[in-house]
């Protein structure tokens, strides 16, 4: 069961790029990495899934290191409307595995103007 | 239009009742999930079903009770057990298809809009 570690809190302005790092030491094989957002009191919407390299969507992108124990996620220039909680979650989705996957406290993102 | 449905949106509870929280999803999702979060915590997860008629407890299944009994609807009953039940609670579907390894892309979970719980 991969745990992760990420930043309890973040501050930026408006306009930045914003990267929040996300330590996964035990992180298997068979294992993804994928990043939600949430906003006060609404459910998580998923951002980003990676499996290795880089991944870039419309929203954001997902750096991950050759040895995976760590990703990025990278928002760039961001706005008031990006402030929420950010998950990292470490694991498989398929079948009973996908029980195991945790959401941690995630990192608390405030956009300042 | 897709998605996942949940009510009501505020339910009070009185000492010693059962409540039962609505979750129903038309993605055609096979696996559904109620998770609880309290207050500046993460996700939590209560109960898990992959398939009809079929469930399992996650980490903090005490309390609770869920049925399966069609495809698009997962029902959470917090009971009279439940001596800590307020929270935000939040019901999430995915697929269980096998991961397309070419696209290596992987189930993501759809969550509804959650359900706030206050006790009387």
């Known amino acids: 069961l991969a745990k992760t570690t990420q930043p309890i809190s973040m501050d930026s302005y408006e306009g930045q790029e914003v990267n929040i790092t996300c330590s996964h030491n035990n992180i298997a094989t068979n294992d993804y990495i994928t990043w939600y957002q949430q906003f006060p009191s609404q459910g998580p919407r998923f951002i980003i899934q990676?499996?290795?390299t880089k991944v870039t969507n419309e929203v954001a992108s997902l750096f991950i290191p050759a040895d995976r124990k760590s990703s990025t996620l990278s928002l760039p220039r961001v706005s008031l409307s990006d402030t929420a909680v950010y998950y990292c979650?470490?694991?498989?989705?398929?079948?009973?595995?996908?029980?195991?996957?945790?959401f941690g406290s995630g990192t608390r993102l405030s956009i300042r103007p | 239009d897709g998605g996942i449905t949940q009510s009501p949106k505020y339910l009070f509870r009185k000492e010693g009742q059962n409540v039962t929280l609505s979750c129903e999803q038309n993605?055609?999702?096979?696996?559904m999930y109620w998770y609880r979060q309290d207050p500046g915590q993460g996700l939590r997860l209560i109960y898990y079903?992959?398939?009809?008629?079929?469930?399992q407890k996650g980490d903090i299944a005490e309390g609770y009770s869920v049925s399966r009994e069609k495809k698009e609807s997962f029902p959470l009953t917090v009971t009279s057990a439940q001596k800590n039940p307020t929270a935000f609670y939040l019901c999430a579907s995915s697929t269980l298809r096998p991961g397309d390894l070419r696209g290596r892309r992987q189930e993501t979970q759809y969550f509804g809009p959650g359900t706030r719980l206050l006790v009387l």
């Open positions: 079903s992959q398939i009809v008629n079929d469930f």
């Open positions: 979650l470490v694991g498989d989705m398929k079948g009973s595995s996908a029980s195991k996957i945790i």
């Open positions: 993605l055609n999702h096979d696996a």
């Open positions: 990676g499996y290795k």
